[in-house]
């Protein structure tokens, strides 16, 4: 079974429109969290989560209306329902916590839970809570950008030596690409970035490298077979023979995460959700924007030498056959 | 043909039962009461605290505090020297925590007191002259380092005792890579306030003498001294949890200088006081004990503070000589008693601590968060089964033996490395199906290009697992490498995610290579015409 029987698209023609508009979407969400800014979880803001379980699913605005009475803030609390209305639980997120100093730091908390329990909605118990001091969250955003940077640096560094130079370029400007437009993705949804998410944003720096390796292993194998035929040309055949697996490599991986995102529960809903932005900006970056930096850095010359496999040596040469 | 294709089956058959029994037999063991042999039941896979319930604490350790010790003693002991050797000095003030300064040294003691300040502080500190007979005297930057080590290590250590005195199971008290932060685990605690009470509370125990007091104002103490305190006393309030009568603060004139302090007990245990009121016990190591025996038995008629963390708790005066033995009482309540002799059992902090994050995940969440997993888990494996059947046919089967396998391994290879599930864990393994599944689907594509080049059946299967084999080590290590970073970047959750993925896609090369063409070979094998259905 074939999804596409020997393709033959010109993708490398619009290489620039799909840079295009790949730099439309960043720059607009550039535009969106330059001025209404990322949303933080708790973990990166600082502040208290609350979940309360009731005997009967109560009513939010009761909830909301008890939190400003009871609670500093508490007027701004977000308050919602957590998990399936079966599962009766709710989640009251201030966007205060207690000082740090002095241990009062679940001071907050405390006073969600018992503004809730004087308004009498339905015998509430905590079934969990999350508090995070304002230090905490400025040294996680540092680290986690640390972390992605050391990651885009060591697979630079890994295909570089296994490939070549210009084909590392390509793949982490394309993962960056996918960075970018994950990011404004969520900003336009307004995602809580959490610690999950970023979880999950490193997860594609791995991820939306797989793609590209599997194209530029055969931009690798087609140099040394097409040497007579301008990197264009060995792209765009390379990308068309890789199409069928570049989309379903793509689309098994994005059934588990839409299993994920289905059924995964409230917790894991923001990782699953940024697993599919990515997943697709992925596919699309490694047809599209990899391969066309590769084009691009090596300029319009023909091949003239063919990089050497690090091992095995290619048995015989041969046409491509797609073309 | 394949002639090893007997010992490939084999292996794989070991490797999978092993990793089957111990990591997805228990599982299933305890949902279905099934026998579990104790071996297996202490090596099963360990659930993270946002699975199992429990709390997370993050604290960081002040390390200003013990700095600041070392230097309040480093200047009390200098003054003790400048007044046994006559040297007159204004005043010796603490400005920082790792700074004091002397003032008013008479310019004709000047070299007897920089040798006199020399013998006390060398080691430690670096001395600068300032102008008009002053000196300054700052630590040095590789004792502050040490000091500053030091702090977190003992804390973790005092922190560790404490929590295991609590009797909570498979604690965990790790330090964090921010150097002056520890993560605590308590898994199954319930009543949170009280755990943090007890982790926290310093239990700085000291004897110190009492010169005047006690009094209900701070003034009146002064009045005693014409408004100037002496440089080695200070005042102290008493304890604000006294029993009984609410006569609002007390506060003592007390020597700085302690010559006992907590770090001598031997031992500290609640018990009742002569009022049948709770009280801690405790006895005192033999250094100790001669010290308090010298202490008391100079100062009878007087009366001696009972300082705990900086409060006076009480004030006995003191009847006679009392070497090894004594007891504190200062209206506690029984509980208030438990914790004191547990802390001060332990040990005392050498610096205050701070929360910086508390997170509670009760029981239900937990069970809630396993239950959605293992249906998005099952969703997740049969959408995949479903398209892998229906797109390659008969060779989906061999893909689904593989993935299947592949998840088996992870579980097993996780519970013997002690590594632990969590939340994100299980998204990681929900990815690895996905990702998993990725590369048969390279492998079968590519076998279908040689196919559709002419070439044999054998030919074909041969070319497709070795042609790809490298273009999977690439992707693997390009992932790996991310989940390191990861790894590093992440606390406990998602750790486990890392963890989970990483092991993941190291069995995957395992499974989807060796395991897969091995599938290949023994349906080749039992056919006489070489087939596919891919």
């Known amino acids: ?8 698209f010109n993708f490398v023609k619009w290489r620039w429109h799909a840079i295009a508009m790949s730099w439309v979407i960043i ?13 933080k979880g708790v973990e990166f803001s600082g502040g208290t989560i609350v979940i309360l379980q009731f005997d009967q699913n109560p009513n939010i605005e009761q909830v909301r209306g008890a939190l400003s009475k009871g609670v500093p803030d508490g007027g701004n609390a977000i308050v919602q329902q957590y998990g399936p209305p079966a599962s009766r639980q709710v989640m009251v997120r201030v966007h205060t916590a207690g000082a740090e100093a002095g241990g009062s730091l679940s001071a907050t908390a405390e006073q969600v839970d018992a503004a809730i329990k004087k308004a009498n909605l339905g015998n509430p118990q905590v079934v969990g809570r999350e508090i995070v001091g304002p230090t905490v969250g400025k040294e996680l955003q540092t680290r986690g950008t640390l972390a992605t940077i050391f990651a885009l640096a060591g697979i630079l560094v890994y295909i570089a030596v296994r490939f070549q130079l210009s084909f590392a370029v390509g793949a982490v400007v394309a993962t960056v690409h996918d960075l970018l437009i994950t990011l404004a993705v969520l900003a336009f949804f307004r995602y809580d970035l959490t610690l999950n998410i970023i979880a999950a944003i490193l997860t594609i720096t791995g991820y939306s490298m797989n793609d590209t390796i599997v194209i530029f292993d055969r931009i690798r194998e087609n140099m040394r077979s097409m040497r007579r035929d301008n990197i264009e040309h060995i792209v765009n055949v390379s990308v068309n023979q890789m199409l069928d697996r570049t989309i379903i490599t793509g689309g098994t991986t994005m059934l588990s995460v839409i299993a994920l ?38 300029g319009r010359k023909p091949v003239k030498a063919a990089p050497a496999a690090p091992i095995a040596p290619a048995k015989k040469p041969r046409r491509a056959r797609a073309s | 043909m394949y002639k090893n294709l007997r010992w490939k089956v084999l292996t794989i058959i070991i490797v999978v039962g092993v990793f089957f029994t111990i990591g997805v037999y228990p599982l299933l063991a305890e949902r279905y009461h099934m026998p579990l042999p104790q071996y297996l039941k202490a090596n099963q896979l360990k659930l993270g605290l946002d699975l199992k319930g429990g709390v997370h604490l993050v604290l960081r350790v002040n390390t200003d505090d ?40 008479p310019p004709d003691r000047d070299s007897q007191f920089r ?13 600068n002259p300032l102008a008009g007979g002053a000196y300054e005297f700052t630590m040095k930057p590789l004792i502050e380092r040490d000091l500053r080590e030091q702090a977190v290590d003992q804390a973790l250590q005092t922190i560790d005792r404490r929590v295991n005195e609590l009797g909570v199971a498979e604690p965990s008290i790790a330090r964090q890579p921010q150097g002056d932060q520890i993560l605590v685990q308590l898994p199954g605690v319930t009543d949170v306030a009280r755990a943090k009470e007890i982790i926290r509370s310093t239990a700085i125990l000291e004897f110190k003498l009492v010169e005047a007091g006690p009094s209900s104002s ?53 018990g009742l006081d002569e009022n049948n009121q709770p009280a801690v016990h405790f006895e005192l190591k033999s250094g100790g004990a001669q010290r308090f ?33 004594g007891r504190i009482s200062g209206g506690f309540t029984t509980e208030m008693a438990n914790d004191l002799s547990l802390t001060l059992r332990a040990g005392a902090l050498p610096a205050s601590l701070t929360y910086l994050e508390e997170r509670v995940v009760g029981p239900t969440l937990g069970q809630d968060s396993i239950r959605s997993g293992v249906i998005a888990s099952a969703t997740g494996l049969a959408l ?24 088996v391994i992870l579980i097993g290879l996780m519970a013997y490395v002690g590594a632990t599930m969590t939340l994100p864990g299980i998204a990681g393994f929900v990815l690895t199906m996905g990702v998993g599944v990725d590369s048969n689907v390279l492998i079968f594509e590519r076998i279908k290009e040689e196919l559709a080049a002419q070439r044999g059946v054998r030919a074909s299967i041969n070319a497709g697992f070795s042609r790809v084999f490298l273009t999977l080590l690439d992707t693997h290590v390009a992932a790996l490498i991310s989940a390191a970073f990861l790894f590093q970047f992440g606390t406990g959750p998602i750790r486990g995610f890392a963890t989970t993925l990483s092991i993941g896609l190291m069995v995957n090369l395992f499974t989807s290579i060796f395991v897969s063409k091995t599938i290949y070979e023994l349906e080749l094998s039992a056919r006489k015409e070489p087939a596919l259905s891919i």
Do not use: C
């Open chain 2, 384 to 407: 995949i089964v479903v398209f892998m059947l229906v797109y390659y046919k008969l060779s989906g089967v061999n893909a689904i033996v593989a993935l299947i396998f592949n998840l």
């Open chain 2, 218 to 270: 701070k003034d009146d103490l002064l009045k005693q001294y014409n408004g100037q305190l002496p440089g080695e006393m200070e005042i102290l309030q008493g304890s604000a949890e006294r029993g009984g009568t609410d006569t609002g603060p007390l506060y003592y004139v007390v020597r700085k200088i302690a010559p006992v302090t907590g770090q001598d007990l031997r031992v500290a245990r609640p």
């Open chain 2, 66 to 105: 013990a700095l600041k010790l070392t230097s309040t003693t480093t200047s009390e002991q200098l003054r003790e020297s400048l007044r046994s050797g006559n040297i007159p000095v204004t005043n010796i003030v603490l400005e920082a925590p790792t700074r004091f300064r002397v003032e008013g040294v």
């Open chain 1, 1 to 8: 079974m074939h999804i596409f029987t020997n393709p033959n």
């Open chain 1, 261 to 298: 995102y289905l059924f995964g529960g409230e917790v894991l809903k923001g990782f699953a959700f940024t697993m599919i932005v990515g997943i697709i900006t992925g596919t699309y970056s490694s047809v599209f924007i990899a391969a066309a930096i590769v084009i691009i850095w090596q």
């Open chain 2, 293 to 325: 025996g010298k202490l008391s038995g100079e100062n009878i008629g007087r009366y001696l503070a009972i300082v705990l963390d900086n409060r006076v708790v009480s004030a006995p005066r003191l009847e006679g000589r009392i070497t090894d033995q």
């Open chain 1, 27 to 39: 720059i607009a969400g550039l535009v969106v969290i330059w001025t209404k800014g990322m949303p």
């Open chain 2, 115 to 127: 040798q006199a300040a020399d013998e006390i502080t060398a080691t430690n500190y670096n001395r």
